[in-house]
């Protein structure tokens, strides 16, 4: 399964000062928290999990952060530049 990354938490955007939209406002749902995608998916039995689509301010694009380390966690991988995935 691949799925919108774009942010890992709700106000992201505002958090960095690049924008004044919410991930919700943008039509994105954010990774984290009781309304993110790692909940939302966490109870579903899916083999592959990768998320794709990831804006700049997304800590889980650094191998080394805690947001990394809980997305991987949860079983999810992150896309990358010239990553391929076969269907």
Aim: proline share 3%; hydrophobic share 45%.
């Amino acid at each position: 399964m691949m799925f919108d990354g774009t942010t890992f938490t709700e106000d992201e955007m505002q958090a960095h000062q690049v924008g004044v939209k919410t991930a919700v406002r943008m039509g994105h749902m954010a990774m984290s928290g009781e309304a993110g995608s790692l909940a939302a998916f966490a109870p579903l039995r899916i083999g592959r999990k990768v998320y794709i689509h990831i804006n700049n301010t997304n800590p889980v694009l650094s191998a080394d952060t805690p947001a990394r380390r809980t997305v991987e966690a949860a079983g999810w991988q992150v896309a990358y530049d010239g990553m391929e995935l076969e269907v």
